[in-house]
């Protein structure tokens, strides 16, 4: 019997993803044409995925938990990347004198030519477990009735136990039931000018600002009421999140005999070449110092916690290099390009003649990185660039 990562009922729901919705669930069942043309190259894709390793991969996938879900969905299309490159892979191989397994081994002309491990960077437990507290909170109150308003969404306090979303509603809809769309005036596109709600519960406390809905969007089904929401300010700490992931896969299976790459798929809408400059070689520094004339200079420089530059020096030089993804994920296959970043210090490192895409390397007697164009995503997986949004060419 074949084995089938999604269901083939008849897809009628068109509803759009609810914030705290699973994300396999709402890829399973919408009937969006985009999402039906994702579904059917994640097929194809586990058909090629071997047998023997499909059932796993499909207990992760389907997953209500989304990291295993997008954790899935990473080595599955790692896999399929590598086979658009003309490798052959070997998952799961085995390690001697080491009891677990790296995700692939990759040959390239019937030889062997790499080891490839895919993880993700991600915040700590605790702050993953928060923002789904928060979009639970959010989908709640997204069923609150409100035909002429949209409501405005600030959280000032946060809890570990959500707060009595019935009960906010209620009182949302009875302020909501008093107010007249027609007379509330935003002045100046200010929202200073419309009222206030402040409620609390159990450690919660959210500020609600209703919003006049258009004259032609009052009444309709299907709008969510949740219309802004606002976070206070973050710290950003991709490069933090990229070196625990590094360093947590980088001694894992010994010293291997062929060069040895990471893939990390950073989830974060934040990602530059700085966070992962300071990821892999340090954060940046800079560094005062005072002249024998008495005057003050400084320079830059970086610290010494790298996930390849350490306090020591070079470090993880098993490490071949990373392939760094921009939070890839099923909707933006043809869209997400990805880099891979040579370790200068690599005791085995991989020849640039066998990565197809984007790589970076370090040119260690002056500093410089220098870029190797390479090719795009939709040009390995020969899909359209704006794939999969095909039915707007349509019509």
């Given at each position: 019997?074949?084995?089938?990562?999604?269901?083939?009922?008849?897809?009628?729901?068109?509803?759009?993803?609810?914030?705290?919705?699973?994300?396999?669930?709402?890829?399973?069942?919408?009937?969006?044409?985009?999402?039906?043309?994702?579904?059917?190259?994640?097929?194809?894709?586990?058909?090629?995925?071997?047998?023997?390793?499909?059932?796993?991969?499909?207990?992760?996938?389907?997953?209500?938990?989304?990291?295993?879900?997008?954790?899935?969905?990473?080595?599955?299309?790692?896999?399929?990347?590598?086979?658009?490159?003309?490798?052959?892979?070997?998952?799961?191989?085995?390690?001697?004198?080491?009891?677990?397994?790296?995700?692939?081994?990759?040959?390239?002309?019937?030889?062997?030519?790499?080891?490839?491990?895919?993880?993700?960077?991600?915040?700590?437990?605790?702050?993953?477990?928060?923002?789904?507290?928060?979009?639970?909170?959010?989908?709640?109150?997204?069923?609150?009735?409100?035909?002429?308003?949209?409501?405005?969404?600030?959280?000032?306090?946060?809890?570990?136990?959500?707060?009595?979303?019935?009960?906010?509603?209620?009182?949302?809809?009875?302020?909501?039931?008093?107010?007249?769309?027609?007379?509330?005036?935003?002045?100046?596109?200010?929202?200073?000018?419309?009222?206030?709600?402040?409620?609390?519960?159990?450690?919660?406390?959210?500020?609600?600002?209703?919003?006049?809905?258009?004259?032609?969007?009052?009444?309709?089904?299907?709008?969510?009421?949740?219309?802004?929401?606002?976070f206070g300010p973050l710290w950003v700490k991709d490069h933090i999140h990229i070196r625990n992931s590094i360093n947590e896969k980088a001694t894992k299976y010994g010293d291997l005999d062929l060069?040895?790459?990471?893939?990390?798929?950073?989830?974060?809408?934040?990602?530059?070449?700085?966070?992962?400059?300071?990821?892999?070689?340090?954060?940046?520094?800079?560094?005062?110092?005072?002249?024998?004339?008495?005057?003050?200079?400084?320079?830059?420089?970086?610290?010494?916690?790298?996930?390849?530059?350490?306090?020591?020096?070079?470090?993880?030089?098993?490490?071949?290099?990373?392939?760094?993804?921009?939070?890839?994920?099923?909707g933006n296959i043809t869209k997400t390009n990805s880099i891979f970043w040579h370790n200068p210090w690599a005791k085995r490192p991989l020849s640039p003649e066998n990565w197809p895409l984007t790589?970076?390397?370090?040119?260690?007697?002056?500093?410089?990185?220098?870029?190797?164009?390479?090719?795009?995503?939709?040009?390995?997986?020969?899909?359209?660039?704006?794939?999969?949004?095909?039915?707007?060419?349509?019509?």
């Amino acid at each position: 019997m074949k084995v089938m990562l999604f269901d083939n009922t008849i897809k009628r729901d068109d509803k759009p993803k609810g914030k705290a919705e699973p994300l396999f669930n709402y890829l399973n069942r919408s009937n969006r044409k985009s999402l039906q043309e994702i579904r059917n190259l994640l097929e194809a894709w586990f058909l090629r995925y071997p047998s023997e390793h499909q059932g796993d991969l499909k207990v992760r996938f389907c997953s209500d938990d989304d990291l295993n879900h997008q954790s899935a969905f990473f080595e599955l299309y790692m896999h399929e990347l590598l086979l658009k490159m003309d490798c052959e892979v070997d998952i799961h191989p085995e390690i001697k004198e080491v009891s677990k397994h790296p995700e692939f081994l990759v040959f390239q002309n019937g030889n062997p030519v790499f080891y490839l491990e895919c993880t993700l960077a991600v915040g700590p437990k605790d702050d993953v477990a928060a923002k789904k507290r928060e979009s639970i909170v959010y989908e709640t109150l997204d069923k609150t009735h409100s035909p002429n308003f949209f409501l405005e969404i600030k959280i000032i306090k946060y809890s570990k136990t959500p707060p009595s979303g019935a009960k906010w509603r209620r009182i949302l809809e009875a302020k909501l039931s008093e107010l007249n769309p027609d007379e509330l005036q935003i002045e100046d596109k200010e929202l200073d000018s419309l009222p206030k709600w402040i409620l609390k519960d159990k450690g919660w406390e959210v500020v609600f600002v209703p919003i006049p809905k258009s004259p032609e969007a009052r009444g309709k089904l299907g709008i969510r009421p949740v219309g802004i929401t606002w976070f206070g300010p973050l710290w950003v700490k991709d490069h933090i999140h990229i070196r625990n992931s590094i360093n947590e896969k980088a001694t894992k299976y010994g010293d291997l005999d062929l060069p040895y790459i990471i893939a990390v798929n950073v989830i974060s809408y934040f990602l530059d070449d700085i966070s992962i400059e300071e990821a892999l070689f340090g954060d940046e520094v800079v560094t005062a110092y005072r002249n024998s004339d008495g005057s003050f200079g400084h320079r830059p420089g970086r610290k010494r916690n790298g996930s390849w530059l350490g306090p020591k020096g070079p470090q993880n030089t098993r490490v071949s290099g990373a392939v760094i993804f921009d939070y890839l994920l099923w909707g933006n296959i043809t869209k997400t390009n990805s880099i891979f970043w040579h370790n200068p210090w690599a005791k085995r490192p991989l020849s640039p003649e066998n990565w197809p895409l984007t790589q970076k390397k370090v040119d260690l007697q002056n500093g410089n990185i220098e870029r190797i164009k390479g090719k795009k995503p939709c040009e390995i997986f020969n899909l359209p660039a704006d794939w999969p949004f095909i039915e707007k060419n349509k019509d």
